[in-house]
């Protein structure tokens, strides 16, 4: 079994099954009361059931040889990807007294209930603000959502170059589809970034910054008592 494998399948295997917010609840009941760290966790838990999905299905795509499907599936891990480091950022950000709680808070609700279909009240964030954000700490996600963008959008690259050539000097352009001669070589290195840093983010980097930030709701609650409005 190819080392991808072996990481979607173990992966597979322990997804979150279910959240007990009675749980949460006793662990600490002054951090959990306020429905931004419940949010967080919602957060964690269905981005790692998409990623997983998406990038099985990449994979899926790969093996057979559809590589311009496989990357437009990748491209869609990255970005669900970026919100888990975005979350992380905000959460860093309210510690460090670089972001009001309660602000944080809207932004965990827009980052989970947000739309752009207005099937709920909240307007999603564009996710090229999401990626650009997460381009400050893993500088070459940008470059890389972006070249899998241009194969996602009828663009020159995923038009003209994914299925032609065009010989100047005969003037007779020839048609095939190429995305397999063009991206199977690296098409599982960027499967395995994106897992590399889905792992660092979900297990260390939230875990850490989210018992911190229970420590400092705990500590800031009654500040955050007397400034909350309509929550």
């Not at 190819?2 to 662990?27: A, H, P």
């Not at 995923?158 to 032609?164: A, D, F, L």
């Amino acid at each position: 079994m190819r080392e991808i494998e072996d990481n979607l399948l173990t992966w597979k295997m322990t997804l979150c099954e279910s959240v007990d917010i009675g749980g949460l609840y006793s662990r600490n009941k002054i951090a959990h009361k306020w429905k931004a760290t419940f949010r967080s966790l919602e957060l964690r838990e269905t981005v790692s059931w998409r990623t997983q999905d998406l990038l099985q299905q990449s994979l899926f795509l790969f093996d057979a040889g559809h590589l311009l499907g496989a990357r437009i599936l990748l491209r869609s891990a990255f970005e669900t990807l970026a919100i888990l480091i975005y979350l992380n950022q905000i959460t860093r950000k309210v510690l460090f007294d670089e972001l009001n709680f309660h602000e944080f808070s809207d932004k965990t609700s827009t980052l989970l209930l947000g739309s752009r279909d207005d099937s709920t009240p909240l307007k999603a964030l564009n996710i090229m603000t999401v990626i650009e954000k997460c381009n400050s700490r893993y500088p070459d996600i940008q470059n890389l959502y972006a070249q899998l963008s241009e194969s996602a959008h009828p663009n020159y690259t995923g038009v003209c170059i994914g299925y032609s050539d065009l010989d100047k000097e005969s003037f007779i352009t020839t048609y095939s589809n190429k995305w397999k001669k063009m991206h199977e070589d690296h098409h599982l290195d960027f499967m395995k970034s994106c897992v590399a840093i889905f792992h660092h983010e979900y297990n260390e980097e939230w875990i850490d910054a989210f018992e911190k930030l229970e420590v400092w709701i705990t500590d800031n609650d009654a500040q955050l008592e007397a400034t909350k409005v309509g929550i």
